[in-house]
Nanobody, 122 residues
């Protein structure tokens, strides 16, 4: 079982930055891949970024490439999402997820946090 808790969301103006954090309870955090997803009202949950357990590989949705950076600290059991140059269309609830598979599909992740709201004003 992996318990995930996100933090760092909030209200920011377009062009601003936020850093999301996701703390994991499990000591084997360093052996699972970690992803960030987001869901806007009335829309399906969509992939944002993923980082491998070894930190050697990352992947991003085209919509956030060059603006968002995913990273992790395995000694702190924490994954981060640095979000720069935010746009109003980035407004959503952001979720972190843990899973054994390297995937952009939400259905491949077994554990999810409760989400943190990010609102970008124009």
């Amino acid at each position: 079982q992996v318990h995930l808790v996100e933090s760092g969301g909030g209200l920011v103006q377009a062009g601003g930055s936020l850093r999301l954090s996701c703390a994991a309870s499990r000591r084997t955090f360093s052996s699972v891949n970690m992803g960030w997803f987001r869901q806007a009202p009335g829309k399906e949950r969509e992939f944002v970024a993923v980082i491998s357990w070894s930190e050697s590989s990352t992947n991003y949705a085209d919509s956030v490439k060059g603006r968002f950076t995913i990273s992790r600290n395995n000694t702190k059991n924490t994954v981060y999402l640095q979000m720069n140059s935010l746009k109003p269309e980035d407004t959503a609830t952001y979720y972190c997820a843990a899973g054994a598979f390297w995937s952009t599909g939400a259905d491949r992740y077994a554990y999810w946090g409760q989400g943190t709201q990010v609102t970008v004003s124009s």
